[in-house]
């Protein structure tokens, strides 16, 4: 019985780490996505000050806010799908641990909401 309970922790803390990995992961991505698009942004301002062609600059208008809204929809959904899984795994939780991985989660997704709304000022106005 022993044995049972001291592999059912060990398989716990493994599922533990692996979501806490992937919560990272996804983290990471968000963020290269995000400023990718801010990335992209700059560059439209600087185009657009050496007038290059009009086509160019419409297009990577619409690709920079794309990417930056697509890495925050993907924070957002990274946060809802850790903690699913958490919840699914149960058992002792260290708290803070989630509560860092959510912090950065959310901290990812409001500098996303900023850099989106920073160049659609830019850009636009």
């Known amino acids: 019985?022993?044995?049972?309970?001291?592999?059912?922790?060990f398989d716990e803390l493994n599922s533990r780490e692996a979501v806490e990995q992937t919560m990272l992961s996804w983290?990471?991505?968000?963020?290269?996505l995000i400023?990718?698009?801010?990335?992209?942004?700059?560059?439209?301002?600087?185009?657009e000050s050496h007038h290059y062609e009009k086509v160019i600059?419409?297009?990577?208008?619409i690709l920079g806010p794309f990417l930056i809204m697509l890495g925050i929809i993907a924070a957002i959904l990274a946060l809802v799908q850790y903690k699913s899984k958490i919840k699914s795994i149960g058992g002792k939780r260290k708290p803070y641990m989630v509560n860092l991985l959510l912090f950065m989660g959310i901290m990812v997704s409001v500098?996303?909401?900023i850099a989106f709304f920073t160049v659609l000022i830019h850009m636009f106005f």
């Open 27 to 32: 983290v990471q991505t968000c963020f290269t």
């Open 111 to 113: 500098l996303g909401i």
């Open 35 to 47: 400023s990718l698009g801010f990335g992209v942004a700059s560059v439209i301002i600087f185009m």
């Open 57 to 61: 600059v419409k297009m990577m208008k």
């Open 1 to 9: 019985m022993k044995n049972d309970e001291i592999k059912q922790k």
